[in-house]
């Protein structure tokens, strides 16, 4: 029934914004029946008309006596009729998409009105690689956020307010941890191995970390997603590309604004275990079904059930508390505007010794030096501090303790100390401990991009930019590894910097309103270098000191290494527009990257673009359609994802791979070849063909783009493993091609828009199908990502042409063995009550032979929902997100219910409904059986992650502009990931653990779950 709904209600949500030309057509209609609300005085008639038709008038228009409720709209001629009280009163009209306007009466008793179209939507600057357009010129699939999207959710990183707001773009928080992993993927993954991650490009700063951004300066985000509007980044625009755009100050007086948050998180769900009681009774009721002696006496069962035991989730998980402060100063003149912000952000986590701080300041000021001479400089630095945030692990992590960690051991024994051991079930590590481990991460970035703009004649300008970025990254850990009493701890310094200059030519000039001819040259340099050194150590001789004094241990190693590469481009686009029909972009880079070698470290990416506005031609124009446009467009983009020495031989020197013992308990260094080198390695290449429509209806309130994609991606990049006796290591090569191919869908509209009253809503939806193509001459390929932690026995993942890039490997679960299947039980040494697995090569025997796909971590679907309602002073706002057409492996479920070599006890209240003779012969949980094996690696542990979730509700009141002089005040409470629907049964669906190579996603070992958080802000304005 769950399952259901959750499809019913996905499905209304999708069917209910596909109807919002419907309601807009309601809400019109209904518009026409308004009562005017009369005064009595002189009466006003007249006829409202648009200054794009010559004939006939606008229905629906609103007339409002200025400063009062009294009204009226115009009906189907556009008539209309009013009564004022004097001369001296101020009509003001208004209707969506057009500008409204204000008139005195005077002595006038009939008033005609020309309304000039105003649809903003059409007039907006959309900016794109290299420059900008007006978002009616555009030919590329480009995706558009803004600061309004998501000023009523409480956000604080940029993945937030992309997530769910843009079709193509899917967003998943790997660890639910404040500041944790997180995954953006546009338009699917292309590389099986390499890194999938867009482009950030932050105000013409190519490759920047979006993390460096505090969204309260962002002024937009677009994100590139087809080759058009991708080529022109080349060999780094495969993945798309998201532009960042920051705050710039404007003409007018200074403006300070002060904004505070408070925030309250806890843990969505939890896992549904046994108390102490009745585990005690279900580990007897196993310990009789194999033969042995019971744990627990029936004194212990009786204190258990009257006293509890350990609730080993409340021990790590609590409720976590966050604030935040945001200071702007802003303002400018003709020659100079500015804007300075500083923010403060410190959030706990819900799970112990976890959390995230920050701190950020930027400053952008832009001066216009001479009539020909702009300058631009923007700089940013910020300081983030993590600890246990990455979300990633195994079954042997933290979060999985109270999976396997009986509920009657305690945490802590009778002199305070911890728990070192289970006598029980686990053979892992206490929880808590672990937990209280360190992995501190402390990133210090200093962004700074400044240019210099020269008008050189009319139409040309010459824009020289150099950028600098620079990071420093320590890495803290400590392990108190309390069971072997060998504490250890490591340190990494790793300093990074990033050297950019990029040098634009442009001619832009409109020949007699019917041409219009913009040309774009670019040649741009990049040079990255990272310097790194490091230290682990083991048997700490002072546990206390932690990573602070690493030499005081009896054993440790030290590494250090340093990369340098570079990138040199040359760009040009052309786009033309005819009459504001017809438009052509075409665009041509070449990269040559230091990490190719011969004729392969250059390569060129072409592409190409048309539209047709057909609401400019004659049998369109001035009908239905405010903007129709047509859109096509084909082009080629690139990946070098591979490492600095990816073509080169490497050497090994660690003791772990190159140590040499010639005396017993002595370990000399050494060194042997490491990964060999491959001179003919070339790029990863994506071809992508786009086709696509743009439109708006009823003058403005109503929007719809939709999109239809192909990505080929050839030559993959791909580390293939060598046998031994020819040295060992990875070999990289170009094997295989990928293919991503899908629909996007984005609706806009504004349903109601009365004077106190006005509701819009968005709504975008993706469906997308990722498959592997081809692999040479390779059948399959087997990955591990041990999240099973040894408990899965083979590879957990497969690449294999025609499945997705994330797919997983396993024997498929029948259910259990019925009492009617005796005899065939018996052929597989099983009785009824017994796992029952799917026998492919029916030789009575499962093992690794029977192995097969039995899911796949590749989203199909995505939907994101947003609503804003604005009554006076208060504005509403609700946002829905769904992900659909994806399996989770939920590891840490079979670790909760299957007893097993590392837990040797079920925890989860779900073994009380197995398989029992006689009374629960129906069940699908095997019985507790001496004859029965189990496997982790298998169907039964893959659920469908498919889930709707209440992302954010907000309420917000807005003081009344002169209740306080000079301050505009804003109150605001949100609710963040309020409720979920789904039927996953671990704590999040979004969530999981492998965080390895490529997209091999969805296996959970109770990763970090996303919280439940409430948000309290207030927001002044001087």
Do not use: C
Not at 438 to 454: K, R
Request: avoid cysteine.
């Amino acid at each position: 029934m769950k399952k259901k709904l959750l499809r019913i209600v996905i499905n209304g949500i999708f069917i209910g914004a596909m109807l919002q030309p419907f309601f807009l057509s309601v809400t019109l209609a209904s518009n026409l029946g308004v009562q005017s609300e009369q005064v009595e005085g002189i009466i006003i008639t007249g006829k409202v008309t648009s200054e794009d038709e010559n004939e006939g008038g606008l229905p629906g228009v609103n007339v409002i006596l200025k400063g009062t409720r009294t009204g009226s709209v115009t009906d189907v001629d556009g008539n209309y009729k009013i009564e004022v009280s004097g001369e001296n009163a101020v009509l003001v009209y208004s209707s969506i998409g057009y500008a409204t306007q204000e008139i005195t009466v005077g002595n006038r008793s009939t008033i005609d009105v020309i309304l000039a179209s105003d649809i903003q939507a059409l007039q907006e600057i959309i900016v794109v690689g290299y420059g900008s357009q007006e978002k009616k010129d555009v030919t590329g699939a480009i995706g558009s956020v803004s600061t309004e999207d998501f000023a009523a959710q409480p956000v604080t990183r940029i993945d937030q307010a992309l997530q769910g707001r843009v079709a193509g773009v899917t967003v998943t928080n790997s660890s639910g941890a404040p500041g944790g992993a997180v995954s953006i993927r546009v338009r699917g993954a292309n590389s099986i191995t390499g890194n999938n991650d867009p482009l950030y490009v932050i105000d013409g700063f190519v490759g920047g970390d979006f993390n460096i951004i505090n969204p309260a300066d962002i002024e937009s985000i677009q994100v590139l997603k087809d080759a058009s509007a991708t080529a022109v980044y080349g060999s780094r625009g495969s993945n798309g590309v998201v532009l960042i755009t920051t705050k710039k100050g404007t003409i007018g007086k200074p403006k300070l604004s002060f904004t505070t948050r408070f925030s309250t998180s806890e843990v969505i769900k939890k896992w549904d275990l046994m108390d102490a009681g009745t585990f005690a009774e279900v580990a007897n009721q196993r310990a009789a079904a194999f033969g042995s002696t019971p744990k627990f006496t029936d004194a212990d069962i009786a204190f258990y059930k009257a006293n509890g035991g350990t609730d080993w989730q409340d021990e790590l998980f609590s409720r976590a508390f966050g604030q935040e402060y945001q200071l702007d100063y802003s303002g400018g003149t003709e020659a100079v505007n500015y804007f300075v912000s500083g923010n403060y952000y410190d959030q706990e986590g819900i799970v112990l010794n976890s959390g995230y701080e920050r701190f950020a300041l930027r400053t952008n000021v832009s001066a216009k030096l001479s009539d020909k001479l702009t300058a631009d400089i923007r700089l940013n630095f910020i300081r983030r501090e993590t600890n246990n945030v990455s979300g990633a692990g195994t079954i042997s992590g933290a979060l999985a303790g109270p999976l396997s960690w009986s509920p009657t051991t305690p945490v802590r024994d009778a002199n305070g100390n911890l728990t070192l051991f289970d006598p029980i079930s686990s053979i892992k590590e206490n929880p808590v401990e672990l937990a209280l481990n360190d992995n501190i991460q402390q990133i210090s970035t200093f962004l700074t991009y400044a240019s210099l703009n020269y008008k050189i004649i009319d139409g040309l300008t010459f824009d020289v930019a150099v950028g600098f970025n620079y990071e420093n990254n320590q890495q803290k850990t400590f392990a108190q590894n309390l069971q072997n009493s060998i504490p250890a701890a490591s340190r990494i310094s790793r300093e990074s910097i990033f050297l950019q200059n990029t040098n634009n030519l442009t001619y832009a000039k409109n020949f007699g309103g019917v041409h219009s001819l913009t040309v774009t040259g670019v040649l741009e340099h990049q040079q990255r270098t990272v310097d790194s050194f490091g230290a682990n150590a083991q048997n700490l001789t002072f546990p206390e000191l932690k990573y602070d004094n690493l030499t005081l241990a009896e054993s440790s190693v030290s590494f250090a290494d340093r990369q340098k590469e570079s990138i040199r481009s040359y760009i040009g686009r052309v786009s033309y527009e005819y009459n504001q029909r017809y438009l052509i972009t075409a665009s041509i880079r070449s990269d040559g990257s230091s990490k190719f070698r011969g004729s392969n470290q250059s390569s060129t990416f072409p592409s190409v673009a048309l539209g047709w506005r057909l609401s400019e031609e004659d049998f369109l124009s001035g009908g239905f359609f405010d903007d129709l446009k047509l859109r096509g467009s084909w082009g080629k983009t690139g990946s070098q994802g591979i490492g600095v020495f990816g073509t080169v031989t490497t050497f090994a020197t660690s003791i772990e791979e190159a140590g040499t013992s010639f005396t017993t308990g002595t370990t000399l260094p050494g060194i042997v070849i490491g990964n060999p080198g491959n001179s003919n390695l070339r790029w990863e290449t994506t071809t992508q063909i786009n086709g696509g429509f743009d439109m708006q209806v009823l003058n403005g309130r109503l929007a719809l783009t939709m999109d239809y994609f192909v990505k080929n991606t050839t030559d993959l990049l791909l580390e293939e493993p060598l046998p031994r006796y020819v040295g060992g290591g990875n070999l990289a090569n170009n094997v295989g091609e990928v293919q991503n191919k899908g629909i996007e869908i984005s609706i806009g509209s504004t349903i109601i828009d009365k004077e106190n009253f006005r509701w819009t809503s968005s709504f975008n939806a993706s469906f997308l199908t990722n498959s592997v193509t081809d692999l040479g001459d390779r059948e399959e390929i087997f990955f591990n990502s041990n999240v099973g932690a040894g408990l899965t026995g083979n590879n957990e993942s497969i690449i294999r042409p025609g499945l997705p890039i994330s797919s997983y490997w396993g024997v498929n679960y029948l259910g259990t063995w019925k009492t009617a299947e005796a005899a065939a039980a018996a052929v597989y040494g099983n009785v009824p009550g017994d796992s029952k697995y799917e026998d492919l090569n029916n030789d009575g025997i499962i093992d690794g032979e029977d192995f097969m796909v039995i899911g796949s971590g590749m989203p199909e679907t995505i939907f994101g929902w947003n609503n804003t309602l604005e009554y006076k002073n208060f504005s509403f706002n609700v946002f829905f997100m769904a992900m659909g057409g994806y399996d989770k492996w939920n590891l840490g479920y079979a670790q909760a219910i299957l007893p097993n070599p590392d837990s040797f006890e079920a925890t989860s209240v779900d073994i009380l409904d197995r398989w029992v003779a006689g009374s629960n012969e129906d069940s699908n949980i095997s019985a507790f059986s001496p004859t029965s094996v189990d496997f982790f690696q298998s169907s039964r542990w893959v659920e469908r992650g498919d889930f709707l979730r209440l992302k954010n509700v907000s309420l917000t009141y807005s003081l009344p502009k002169d209740l306080i002089k000079g301050v505009d005040a804003q109150f605001s409470i949100a609710g963040t990931n309020l409720w979920t629907l789904t039927n996953y049964k671990g704590l999040d669906p979004e969530a999981f653990s492998n965080n390895g190579e490529g997209d091999r996603a969805g296996g959970d070992a109770s990763s970090y779950p996303n919280s439940k958080t409430w948000t309290f802000s207030i927001n002044l304005i001087f």
